[in-house]
């Protein structure tokens, strides 16, 4: 049979060859995986390799761990032509299917679907209550096959990107607002605010528990060894308003290694949209002033539109958006 396991960490490497390949769209550029993100891509990875012994007995005591970068590998003509991959969201029941790839000269044979059908069986044998994955909006034949498969589209998110080292000016805070130090471990304030402000038909699909935000203790002590392997550090910030309640919060990855992009993650009460240019120049000044020289990307679902616009203002471009499809998984009592 040409499907088999996705193996770690030797499969490793097929992610690297592949996703180029397999990511590239011809006739729209903008789809395609871009230098700098193969680049960051190849880092990690590589990072993830060093340390893979560390990686598999810290899997041994968390079943989050053990569950990052599943999936499945399809082989034909004495090659690798084919791979999915599928991951626990945290330790909730929560799965993300990932890396939909096949090569250009092997599509419309159904590996595609055999591939996700695979991810999607292995999440169900898991416990899965729910598996999402993200569609480039207008890949028409991709977003039919998980209509076919049961997916259904709830939320869309503007991909951005900034380019170049120059900061825009920045914008006051709102009198009344302060903004504090956080940290990947105070999860709280950042839990408390995205169970507030998520949309319920987005909470369907991405329901808001404390699986996704609280790490794991292994997970906690392997965080400052993955980031050295992988050249990254870290940041965050919350953002108080005038009663003392969290009304935004933002974090990012910096790259402190050529190649590879920064990556800018920010949430807002919708009920505060006057924060959200304060907030984009704010983050993006704070995160070039570590790594220039490095792009910055930055994903906002439909349902924040004050960030879209404040970061459009800010300079950023809009070249792709993503669709996000859900499925819930029935059980049987």
Request: charged share 20%; with cysteine; glycine share 10%.
């Amino acid at each position: 049979m040409p499907l088999r396991a996705f193996k770690l960490p030797d499969d490793v490497s097929l992610l690297v060859d592949l996703i180029p390949q397999a990511f590239h769209y011809p006739d729209n550029e903008a789809w395609s995986i871009q230098p700098d993100e193969l680049e960051g891509m190849t880092d990690a990875l590589r990072g993830v390799r060093r340390v893979w012994p560390l990686l598999r007995v810290a899997g041994w005591f968390s079943p989050a761990l053990r569950d990052v970068l599943r999936g499945f590998v399809w082989e034909e003509d004495g090659q690798v032509v084919g791979l999915s991959n599928v991951m626990r969201q945290g330790t909730t029941d929560h799965w993300y299917i990932a890396n939909v790839a096949v090569l250009p000269a092997y599509r419309r044979r159904g590996i595609a679907r055999g591939l996700v059908e695979a991810c999607m069986d292995y999440a169900r044998d898991r416990g899965a209550a729910v598996i999402t994955l993200d569609v480039v909006a207008g890949n028409t034949p991709a977003y039919a096959l998980y209509e076919r498969l049961g997916f259904s589209h709830f939320a869309t998110k503007a991909e951005l990107v900034h380019e170049g080292d120059r900061v825009p000016e920045p914008v006051g805070l709102p009198d009344g607002y302060t903004l504090e130090p956080s940290s990947t471990f105070e999860w709280e304030p950042r839990f408390d605010l995205m169970q507030r402000i998520t949309p319920p038909d987005v909470a369907v699909y991405q329901p808001v528990e404390q699986g996704r935000f609280r790490q794991p203790g292994p997970a906690r002590l392997l965080m400052p060894v993955m980031r050295a392997a992988t050249g990254t550090q870290s940041q965050e910030v919350i953002l108080r308003g005038p009663d003392g309640g969290v009304v935004a919060s933002a974090g990012f990855g910096a790259r402190t290694r050529s190649g590879g992009r920064h990556n800018l993650r920010i949430a807002l009460d919708p009920a505060h949209p006057a924060l959200a240019p304060y907030l984009v120049r704010h983050t993006l000044g704070e995160l070039l002033g570590l790594g220039p020289g490095h792009r910055v990307e930055l994903s906002v679902p439909h349902w924040q539109p004050a960030l879209v616009i404040a970061a459009e203002d800010a300079g950023f471009a809009r070249p792709a958006d993503h669709q996000t499809m859900g499925l819930r998984i029935l059980t049987h009592s």
